[in-house]
Nanobody
Framework: QVQLVESGGGSVQAGGSLRLSCAASGYTYRSYCMAWFRQAPGKEREGVAIIGNDGSITYADSVKGRFTISKDNTPLALYLQMNSLKPEDTAMYYC????????????????????WGQGTQVTVSS
């Protein structure tokens, strides 16, 4: 079992920046495919960025060039630096961890991720 706790959300104006963090605890003595997802009111949860154990990274087209995902292995933690934020980035952001194997395609395969945090709210005003 792995427990994930996100932090760092908040309210910013368009063009601003936020840095999300996700702290992992529990059975962290193995490798996990980790990712950030988000869900806006009335919309489905969507993948934002994913990072594999080999450091490979995939971003959703909507955040490319603006968001940066990174990971620490000891202790296990995931980060999302969000710059040039837009109102359409407003959503609840979730940290997720899955199996050892990772693929960029997993951004659209939410069932690949077993462990989820409770989410942190990001609100961007125009």
């Amino acid at each position: 079992q792995v427990q994930l706790v996100e932090s760092g959300g908040g309210s910013v104006q368009a063009g601003g920046s936020l840095r999300l963090s996700c702290a992992a605890s529990g059975y962290t003595y193995r490798s996990y495919c980790m990712a950030w997802f988000r869900q806006a009111p009335g919309k489905e949860r969507e993948g934002v960025a994913i990072i594999g154990n080999d450091g490979s990274i995939t971003y959703a087209d909507s955040v490319k060039g603006r968001f940066t995902i990174s990971k620490d292995n000891t202790p296990l933690a995931l980060y999302l630096q969000m710059n040039s934020l837009k109102p359409e980035d407003t959503a609840m952001y979730y940290c997720a961890a899955g199996g050892q194997y990772c693929s960029g395609f997993y951004l659209t395969e939410i069932h690949r991720f077993t462990y989820w945090g409770q989410g942190t709210q990001v609100t961007v005003s125009s």
